[in-house]
């Protein structure tokens, strides 16, 4: 059996989307989620290995990450977890940051921390996710950018920190077609406008994050790290009106 690639958060939008493409390409899988019946029709139809994970507890992501290794180390992690926490800073508390620093951050720690050992075996790649809204301030996004901001950091120091053997980087897409941006894209007038501030016109669809978050998984990426990548239609660096 070949070394596998990790999904957490596999019955995510970005997370399906990435399964389905390294499926395409002939990769041994192992996927985890949540939801048992979710991941589990998709690890079925992908003829996938699977393990329900709680990413908010440390010793349900080391029993999954354990188990996925099977001797022959670990080719990939990719951290497809994440949240959408939009307000203000006057309507946050501090909890708030916790939670949301605990979800996208130490979900994503605990799990390289206990891949270790088979991503440097098998010389393997981990993916991380951020946001637009850490290069590109936006309004009521303190919550999110400041979780977002510090996965960009992990991302860079553990590249520098597990060079030669594992390759570390982040893809920061902007909105995304995704059910948990359901909210914000369910509403047409809403999302037309957001569109608009896109130079290429459109928000993201899943499969636009998943391709280079499969690029940087494979062999074509050997020599990247320590890399941040916008997938973002431009929106971080471009300004096409006013």
Known sequence: ????????????????ALARRL????????LTGRSPEKVGA???ELKARHAVCDVLDPGSVAAAVAEADTGEGIAGLAYCVGSIDIKPLKATKPEDFIQTYRLNVLGATDAIRAAEKGLKAAKGSVVLFSTVAVQQGFANHALIATAKGAVEGLGRSLA??????????VVAPSL?????AHTLTANE???QSIAGLHA????????DIAALADFLLGPDSAWITGQVYGVDGGRSSLRTKG
Not at 176 to 180: I, S, V
Not at 200 to 207: K, M
């Open 189 to 191: 007038q809403m999302l």
């Open 160 to 169: 520098a920190e597990y060079a030669p053997h594992v390759r570390v980087n």
């Open 23 to 30: 499926s395409a390409r002939g990769a041994e899988l192992f």
């Open 1 to 16: 059996m070949a070394a596998p690639i990790i999904i957490l958060g596999a019955n995510g939008g970005i997370g399906e």
């Open 176 to 180: 995304t077609r995704t059910p948990l």
């Open 42 to 44: 998709l690890a079925d």
């Open 200 to 207: 290429l016109g459109r928000i993201g669809e899943a499969e």
